[in-house]
């Protein structure tokens, strides 16, 4: 059953605008009611139109751009299950079936005196396993992979892949493979994502000083870290702390 961490219903987005490069780690449902918008995913731009539904999924960096004055649904949410597919976004167009549910979502997570976030939770898992996945959930459900993300998230700074193919009982060979049948990238490649997520992260709320930072995403030279951060955002850490963040 979905959990839903985010929801927002019906959103008017009258300025033009663009998000930073980020990822969440847990899916992200969009649905256009009207205007336009166009998502960067993997350097591909996916141009969204009215009744169009984009799903991402969790660890995948992307840009979302505003073009002009637009309406949205959007829900945030992960599963109980670790569902993983090697696809990085569905883009479909909304039908009745697809829409039935969403309303019913919507009715119950937002619409109700009585909210009822586990059933409104049903509805999702019912239209993204129908009508996204296309399988059973037993298909999609790896539980060690779901331990291998577990590990990353647990020991950001000492986790490799060695430690990771330790922690899952299972060979270095044998988790890329599995990792790049299930998601497309290496583990290496998602850890490093999530180290500069946690870095961005950091960074924005002003607390710690570089060096901290490096130190807490793996990095025992603070050069070598910087010259990670600058490849990955194109922006130093000084240079990205001095951004204004809304």
């Known amino acids: 059953m979905a959990v839903i961490h985010f929801c927002s219903h019906n959103l008017h987005l009258?300025?033009?605008h663009s998000t930073p490069s980020h990822y969440h780690e847990f899916w992200q449902l969009d649905w256009l009611k009207s205007g336009q918008h166009i998502a960067e995913i993997d350097k591909k731009k996916i141009r969204i139109r009215p009744g169009d539904l984009l799903l991402i999924r969790p660890y995948t960096e992307h840009i979302i751009h505003?073009?002009?004055?637009s309406v949205i649904s959007t829900v945030k949410f992960s599963l109980d299950d670790n569902y993983l597919v090697r696809r990085k976004y569905f883009l479909s167009k909304l039908c009745t079936g697809k829409k039935h549910l969403l309303k019913k979502f919507y009715h119950e997570y937002v619409g109700t005196h009585?909210?009822?976030e586990y059933i409104a939770g049903c509805y999702i898992d019912i239209l993204i396993i129908k009508y996204f996945l296309g399988c059973s959930p037993a298909a999609l459900r790896d539980r060690l992979m779901e331990n291998a993300l577990e590990y990353m998230h647990g020991h950001l700074a000492a986790a490799d892949n060695a430690s990771i193919a330790e922690h899952c009982g299972i060979t270095v060979n044998h988790l890329v493979r599995r990792f790049r049948r299930y998601y497309g990238e290496t583990p290496g490649r998602i850890l490093l994502s999530r180290k500069m997520h946690h870095a961005r992260r950091l960074i924005r709320s002003g607390l710690k000083g570089i060096r901290e930072i490096a130190e807490q995403c793996g990095y025992n030279d603070e050069f070598?870290?910087?010259k990670a951060f600058k490849k990955n955002t194109g922006l130093s850490p000084s240079k990205y702390r001095n951004l204004k963040f809304h």
Do not use: L
């Open 66 to 69: 505003y073009p002009v004055p």
């Open 14 to 16: 009258e300025k033009i």
């Open 224 to 226: 070598a870290f910087s």
């Open 114 to 116: 009585c909210r009822r």
